[in-house]
């Protein structure tokens, strides 16, 4: 595997690469790894001949007073995990690389990024489909491979994608959980030990939701309602930020799921803000 840090090798290596007939898959990511990155770098091995990496805690997808300064690194241990998944290449850029000091290009998809997340973190997804364009545009990958835990974010990267006619494929890996249901996330490290006990009603509420439209419930309204109910009960250090029904494409609120439609959620645990998902209905 190798090591790079500096974004003109990156485009070096895979232009090679690309001119030797050689596919490339990418995963984004920002470190700190667990058994959620470890399978999104598994898959992105089977998918092409070359495996891109890239580890970046990309400040402009993080708001004012957002946890910047203490998202989780450990670059050594990362660096032992990409490569034993497979990883040609782990890029870890500096900062300065990815945005000179005067930087002033953004992309934006507006519409998708004020929903759900956007509420509370306005600036999030511009840095995030910046970063990633520039990701894309420095490996020309094939394919990426994003986290259906962020289930906005692929969606919105999906947009990007379409509406610029860029090449690249996107997929999206299934959540992965602890035993008992916790969303493996970067940022669980933040939890007390008693909001951690808290934390997996989170998802067995979305489950319980999903369970009342197998059962024939529809009403978006009860749905939030009957989680919520039970997140009064069972999670009561959990704060709120959003609960919402929409439609897994488009990310519009639902008053009735009669069609395609996720659950979403974040609920901040202390200083850990969760996020996490579940499809009520498929096409
Ligand atoms: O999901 C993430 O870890 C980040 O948002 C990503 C896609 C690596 C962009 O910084």
């Not at 089977?46 to 998202?71: C, H, I, T, W």
């Not at 490569?83 to 992309?107: H, R, S």
């Not at 973190?121 to 094939?142: I, N, Q």
Request: hydrophobic content about 45%; aromatic content about 6%.
């Amino acid at each position: 595997m190798q090591l790079l840090k500096n974004s003109k090798e990156l485009a070096d290596v895979c232009r090679g690469w690309h001119a030797d007939g050689q596919d490339i898959a990418l995963t984004p990511t920002m470190g700190c790894y667990h058994a959620g990155h470890e399978d999104l770098m598994h898959y992105g091995r089977m998918l092409a001949k070359r495996l891109v990496v890239s580890l970046f805690v990309n400040p402009a997808q993080f708001g004012p007073g957002e946890d910047l300064q203490a998202y989780p690194r450990n670059a050594e241990r990362d660096a032992a995990i990409a490569k034993k998944c497979g990883a040609d290449i782990l890029f870890m850029p500096e900062a300065t690389d990815m945005y000179m000091p005067d930087y002033a290009t953004w992309v934006d998809v507006p519409e998708l990024s004020a929903a759900l997340c956007g509420q509370s973190r306005p600036t999030h997804f511009r840095g995030v489909c910046t970063v990633v364009l520039k990701l894309f545009l420095l490996t020309m990958a094939d394919v990426a491979v994003f986290g259906a835990k962020d289930w906005q974010q692929q969606t919105i990267i999906r947009r990007m994608v379409r509406d610029l006619g860029m090449p690249t494929r996107i997929e999206a890996r299934p959540t992965v959980r602890e035993a008992d249901g916790l969303a493996l996330s970067s940022r669980n490290v933040y939890m007390t030990a008693d909001e951690r006990a808290q934390a997996p009603e989170i998802y067995q509420a979305l489950r319980y939701a999903g369970d009342m439209v197998a059962g024939g419930e529809s009403s978006a309204t009860l749905l939030r309602k009957a989680v919520l109910r039970r997140w009064a009960e069972r999670l009561p250090l959990g704060r709120l930020d959003y609960l919402a029904v929409v439609h897994p494409d488009t990310l519009s609120p639902l008053d009735s799921v009669d069609g395609p439609a996720i659950m979403a959620c974040a609920v901040r645990m202390g200083k850990a803000r969760l996020i996490d998902n579940i499809l009520l209905r498929g096409e």
